[in-house]
């Protein structure tokens, strides 16, 4: 079956760094986009930041205009693995973020998620 496993949350100072990665099995990895998403206490899911191929080793990014420029996403093939670099965090970042897998339609569709990791951002 399909898992996808995240880590690399946990708690921060504003203005600091974390690296969250999320390791995929069970799927043809480099067939799927994928995707980052967080809940926020109180809050709907919401997306994060996206990676999908176009065509040959291309690959393009979306990102939520709140992360732009403060987070990359990243996806390594060979490792079936998905991260997501986030810079400068802001106590707003707080969240528990999903990882998904999905197919791209002008957005990412996800059809698998991860049990997701909680950052918390202190101010």
């Known amino acids: 079956q399909v898992q996808l496993v995240e880590s690399g949350g946990g708690l921060v100072q504003a203005g600091g760094s974390l690296r969250l990665s999320c390791a995929a099995s069970?799927?043809?990895?480099?067939?799927?986009?994928m995707g980052w998403f967080r809940r926020a206490p109180g809050k709907e899911r919401e997306f994060v930041a996206s990676?999908?191929?176009?065509?040959?080793?291309?690959?393009?990014?979306d990102y939520a205009d709140s992360v732009k420029g403060r987070f990359a996403i990243s996806k390594d093939n060979a490792e079936n693995t998905v991260y997501l670099q986030m810079n400068s965090l802001k106590p707003e970042d707080t969240a528990v973020y999903y990882c998904?897998?999905?197919?791209?339609?002008?957005?990412?569709?996800?059809?698998?998620w991860g049990q997701g990791t909680q950052v918390t951002v202190s101010s």
């Open positions: 998904a897998a999905g197919v791209y339609r002008g957005t990412i569709n996800p059809n698998y």
């Open positions: 069970g799927l043809t990895f480099s067939s799927y986009s």
């Open positions: 990676i999908r191929r176009s065509g040959g080793s291309t690959y393009y990014a």
